[in-house]
């Protein structure tokens, strides 16, 4: 399967603590996202990484890439409760232009 | 600017019923996608058009899932005949360039099979 797979599958912490999610994914990429869900909306879009970048921020948000050992991750700093969604990462191939979704992570931030 | 526009937001269908929903992307993005998010998992695309042509439909289930975007806008996807397999939410977006640029979701339609 080329789809990302995220690691861990769920997470809860408290308001003001830090978010890590990992995401692996099989072969080379173009691009790599990462989207947020919140409950019984819309997927947003959060960060691009592109396959020569290794690292990116935005905001509270920052995202790693190493492509020799495929994977990803995304740091939350300083989690609100309005961080509460599922967060996905998508791998974007290169070749195909398919972005191929994890599972996602389900962050739970407590007040 | 407007976001993608999707309805109904909701349905609920009989199975071997039919069923269509409708996409508006947002102005100017000349690639629009479906997807279908079955609960618990991430979202699965369904085709990919660029403009009016079809890019990808290798996951679409061709017996009975069909879609198209006329004059490279709007888009319709249907379902016909409805198994209960197919309940999930049915999710519409686009992007300005395939595959190297962010994708912008609609809300999504929720769509109920008993």
């Known amino acids: 399967s080329q789809q990302g797979e995220e690691d861990p599958q769920a997470l809860s912490i408290q308001e003001g603590e830090n978010a890590t999610m990992n995401c692996s994914y099989k072969t080379s990429i173009n691009n790599l996202q990462w989207y947020r869900q919140n409950s019984g909306r819309g997927l947003v879009h959060l960060i691009l990484i592109r396959s020569n970048e290794r690292e990116k921020h935005s905001g509270r948000l920052r995202v790693t890439l190493d492509t020799s050992k495929k994977s990803s991750s995304l740091l939350i700093t300083a989690s609100r409760a309005a961080d509460t969604a599922s967060y996905f990462c998508a791998t974007a191939y290169y070749g195909n232009n398919r972005l191929a979704f994890g599972k996602g992570n389900q962050v739970v931030v407590i007040p | 600017e407007a976001g993608v526009a999707q309805s109904p937001r909701y349905k609920i269908i009989e199975k071997r019923q039919s069923v269509a929903f409708w996409c508006n992307p947002i102005s100017g993005h000349a690639t629009l996608y479906w997807y279908q998010q079955i609960l618990g998992q991430g979202p699965k695309l369904l085709i990919q058009?660029?403009?009016?042509?079809?890019?990808?439909d290798s996951q679409l289930p061709k017996d009975r899932f069909s879609a198209e975007r006329l004059k490279g806008v709007d888009s319709t996807l249907k379902i016909q005949p409805a198994k209960l397999e197919d309940s999930a939410v049915y999710l519409c977006a686009s992007s300005l360039v395939s595959g190297r640029n962010e994708q912008f979701f609609g809300p999504g339609t929720r769509l109920t099979v008993l």
């Open positions: 058009f660029q403009n009016n042509g079809v890019v990808d």
